[in-house]
């Protein structure tokens, strides 16, 4: 069984940061790939970065290059996510999941909230 459990969500004014985690059960190292998403209100959930377990390779929409960036800690079995520069638009639930062969798993997501 793979939980993800998020935290690090906030209210936060536009300019500034915040940096979210997903910690795993169990080691990180399995998973294909872990990403972050993030759903507004009223709108579907999109993909917000993504990092390879294999090879740490990184993907990022294109809305948050350059202000957002996705790490991982093998030895804490945790993903991070690091907001910089936030923008209102960032608001919404973020939630973290990771892929396993055939399979992906969900976190319970953290709420974040930018004010302009």
């Known amino acids: 069984q793979v939980q993800l459990v998020e935290s690090g969500g906030g209210l936060v004014q536009a300019g500034g940061s915040l940096r979210l985690s997903c910690a795993a059960s169990?080691?990180?190292?399995?998973?294909?790939?872990m990403g972050w998403y993030r759903q507004a209100p009223g709108s579907q959930r999109e993909l917000v970065a993504t990092?390879?377990?294999?090879?740490?390779?990184?993907n990022y929409a294109d809305s948050v290059k350059g202000r957002f960036t996705i790490s991982r800690d093998n030895a804490k079995n945790t993903v991070y996510l690091q907001m910089n520069s936030l923008k209102p638009e960032d608001t919404g639930v973020y939630s973290c999941?990771?892929?396993?062969?055939?399979?992906?798993?969900w976190g319970q997501g953290t709420q974040v909230t930018v004010s302009s």
């Open positions: 999941n990771a892929t396993l062969a055939l399979y992906t798993y």
């Open positions: 169990g080691t990180i190292l399995r998973f294909n790939a």
């Open positions: 990092i390879t377990s294999g090879g740490g390779n990184t």
